[in-house]
């Protein structure tokens, strides 16, 4: 039987995690467990399973997979990923503080500041990538330090360790949201932090036919009061949904490793290219906290954003509106490569002056790298940007 101690490279754990064979059959695949309730031999007496709100087998694998990805002790699977995210949030008391990055997910901000800050919570946003900030933002309230690393759409990059050390001596909990590196590129249980949250949409699922979250955590008392949320609430995932994403993880290893050659690829040539200003990757040297970046991850990823020099709306249209390899549409870490337009797109929600405090202005594009061949995405990108 897999052991998970004794795999030694990422694919191969992969491949393995939270999937044992079928105790009944030896099926190698776990079954589809499409039941709501479980029958009792006598009452109180079942194998486990009682109703599928609170435990299904199918989501179990799920969650020891989750658990094993991101070298945790736990794990749980959410309906979403901002319902993991709300899940963490429940665990606060009006009065409580939370120190979170400025530059969040458009959804997690959103979640903050129009449901819990109205209901007490206060929320500090800060630019993680000085430790400083958060060191000036914590007091004794603080309860909560949320982190994105690398961050949408700027792949700006704060040190999980340094903002671990912070907290070292302090109650309030570190959570990271690591859906754009991955477990594949950075373990943040192994920095420090307290909880790693996924929006598994992303990378994890990887197909672009799931939406889901997960938490994972090394702690047994942070589960066993989220793993109590998830059952109050029941913002669980069916058991169809758990049986792709458990087989989209087989996959992440191999897939991460093409995103990142294609990352690499792709922000190079936008790079060397004249019509391009800026390319915003964690891999450039030069980049903001590049050698953070290069310290705590073991690569850099597929995502990049980049303007143009001319900067007008209409170049930037143009360029998303040309692209036939590259989707134009929201999300990302799924195989097939995705343009978007921030502004208009993913972060249309963000006020215009915020969005231009964060730089993220009118000519900025974001991509996704699937995993199709680099030549043909740099082909693509060569047609719509010369076009
Ligand atoms: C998509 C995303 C979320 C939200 O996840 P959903 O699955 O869409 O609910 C949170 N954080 C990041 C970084 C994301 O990209």
Redesign the pocket.
């Known amino acids: 039987m897999f052991n998970e101690n004794e795999a030694r490279g990422f694919s191969t754990l992969a491949v393995h995690a939270g999937v044992e064979p079928d105790p009944g059959t030896g099926a190698i695949m776990t079954p589809v467990y499409m039941t709501s309730t479980y029958v009792q031999e006598g009452i109180g007496q079942h194998k486990g399973y009682e109703y599928s709100r609170s435990s299904n087998p199918t989501r179990d694998a799920l969650e020891a997979a989750f658990a094993a990805l991101e070298g945790a002790s736990h794990g749980l699977a959410f309906s979403?990923?901002?319902?993991a995210?709300d899940a963490v949030l429940m665990t606060l008391r009006p009065g409580d503080e939370v120190i979170a990055g400025d530059d969040l997910?458009g959804?997690?901000r959103r979640l903050f500041t129009t449901h819990y800050a109205p209901l007490g919570i206060r929320f500090h946003f800060v630019d993680t990538q000085d430790p400083a900030n958060v060191a000036a933002a914590l007091n004794d309230r603080t309860r909560l330090v949320w982190l994105?690393t690398p961050t949408?759409p700027l792949l700006r990059i704060t040190d999980i360790s340094a903002v671990a050390a912070l907290l070292k001596d302090h109650p309030a909990r570190l959570g990271v949201?690591n859906?754009?590196a991955t477990p594949a590129l950075q373990q943040p249980l192994a920095l420090g932090a307290d909880i790693v949250?996924h929006?598994?949409?992303?990378y994890l699922g990887g197909h672009s036919d799931v939406?889901?979250?997960a938490l994972m955590t090394r702690e047994s008392d942070v589960d066993a009061e989220l793993r109590t949320l998830q059952n109050n609430v029941g913002a669980i995932p069916g058991p169809m949904d758990c049986f792709l994403v458990l087989r989209g993880i087989k996959t992440l290893g191999i897939r991460v490793r093409q995103h990142c050659t294609n990352g690499h690829g792709v922000a190079e040539w936008l790079a060397a290219h004249p019509k391009v200003d800026k390319v915003y990757w964690p891999g450039m040297p030069g980049s903001p906290n590049h050698e953070v970046a290069a310290r705590q991850m073991s690569d850099f990823g597929g995502m990049i954003s980049f303007t143009l020099k001319d900067d007008s709306l209409a170049a930037s249209r143009k360029v998303c509106e040309s692209t036939k390899i590259f989707a134009l549409a929201e999300?990302?870490g799924g195989v097939e490569s995705l343009i978007e337009h921030p502004a208009l797109m993913t972060h249309a929600s963000v006020p215009a002056e915020e969005r231009a405090k964060l730089g993220i202005d009118d000519s900025l594009i974001r991509i996704s790298c699937g995993i199709e061949d680099t030549e043909d995405l740099i082909a693509d990108l060569r047609q719509a940007i010369e076009g």
């Open positions: 979403s990923g901002l319902a995210i997910y959804g997690t994105e949408n949201d859906t754009f949250m929006s598994v949409t992303k939406v889901m979250g999300s990302l």
